[in-house]
């Protein structure tokens, strides 16, 4: 079984910049991917951005290219998702998803389906 944890939520002023991380752990392999999600108050969740395990290549939903990135420290098995010029609609909760290699379904990431095991959440807010 593979737990999930994130951390790294908080307050920040707009304009300001966080850094969230998610760390997998519970057996001794690497994911095939993760993913960030986010549950913006009033809307569906939302895809942020993921990342292959394995080469890190990364991709970006639309609202969030250019200012938010994804990397992944292997020593550590974490990944990381560093926002920048943070906005006050940036608020949420923020959700970290793996694909293990466990995983059957088909394999978009950009849809929850594409993961087999999150995290608990963790709260961002964004001030104006």
């Known amino acids: 079984q593979v737990h999930v944890v994130e951390s790294g939520g908080g307050l920040v002023q707009a304009g300001g910049s966080l850094r969230l991380s998610c760390a997998p752990s519970?057996?001794?392999?690497?994911?095939?991917?993760a993913g960030w999600f986010r549950q913006i108050p009033g809307k569906e969740r939302e895809f942020v951005g993921a990342?292959?395990?394995?080469?890190?290549?990364?991709f970006y939903g639309d609202s969030i290219k250019g200012r938010f990135a994804i990397t992944i420290d292997n020593a550590k098995n974490t990944l990381y998702l560093q926002m920048s010029r943070l906005k006050p609609e940036d608020t949420g909760i923020y959700y970290c998803?793996?694909?293990?290699?466990?995983?059957?379904?088909?394999?978009?990431?950009?849809?929850?389906?594409?993961?087999?095991?999150w995290g608990q959440g963790t709260q961002v807010t964004v001030s104006s």
């Open positions: 998803g793996v694909r293990t290699l466990d995983a059957r379904n088909l394999f978009t990431g950009t849809n929850e389906a594409s993961y087999d095991a």
């Open positions: 990342i292959f395990w394995n080469g890190g290549t990364t």
């Open positions: 519970g057996r001794t392999f690497r994911p095939y991917a």
